[in-house]
């Protein structure tokens, strides 16, 4: 987990902290920023694509990867991280006519982390220099597995992002 330090300074580069130290893959010779996303995928009912810019040290310039996730994989992500119970509890510092708001910037946010949980487990396998879309379909039984273990950094970033975590110690 990443210090409150580390992560208030990957908020204002806009970046998001490595999901993983342990990895066989060196994730620190990435940089990844969050370029548009979630956003719904054209012709692909259900489907949220969110798109990264990522630069490995050695490349002289970056590239683009599309994360694809479908509404039941989410949903099912959700449900494997209690993310309903926790937001619910979450949002019990906020005023009753901000929740609404406030409920579904946590939804495109939740979509945001399982995006990078996704990323990452490409960044693990190895990466071409080459624009590039994960479809829904790829690094399925990975994302499953890999998510639960991540809770913590799921929650804390969509918290951090909703301003949360000041307000709310149970977060």
């Known amino acids: 987990m990443v210090n409150e330090q580390q992560a208030a300074r990957h908020r204002l580069r806009g970046t998001m902290p490595a999901m993983t130290r342990d990895s066989a893959s060196d994730l620190s010779q990435f940089r990844v920023t969050l370029f548009v996303g979630p956003e ?7 489907t949220h694509s969110t798109v990264y810019n990522v630069k490995k040290r050695s490349w002289k310039g970056g590239i683009q990867v599309a994360v694809e996730l479908n509404q039941t994989q989410v949903d099912q992500l959700s449900g494997a991280v209690g993310f309903s119970q926790w937001l619910e509890m979450a949002l019990t510092v906020v005023p009753a006519e901000e929740c609404v708001s406030y409920h579904e910037r946590a939804q495109e946010l ?6 990078w949980c996704k990323l990452d487990l490409l960044l693990q396998s190895g990466i071409t220099q080459q624009n590039q879309c994960l479809t829904a379909d790829t690094f399925v039984a990975e994302l499953n597995g890999i998510v639960p273990k991540r809770r913590d950094f799921i929650l804390s970033h969509v918290a951090s992002e909703l301003d949360l975590l000041p307000h709310n110690p149970r977060c």
Do not use: E
């Not at 939740?110 to 995006?115: C, E, K």
């Open 110 to 115: 939740l979509v945001q982390a399982f995006s």
């Open 40 to 46: 719904q995928v054209q012709g692909k009912p259900f």
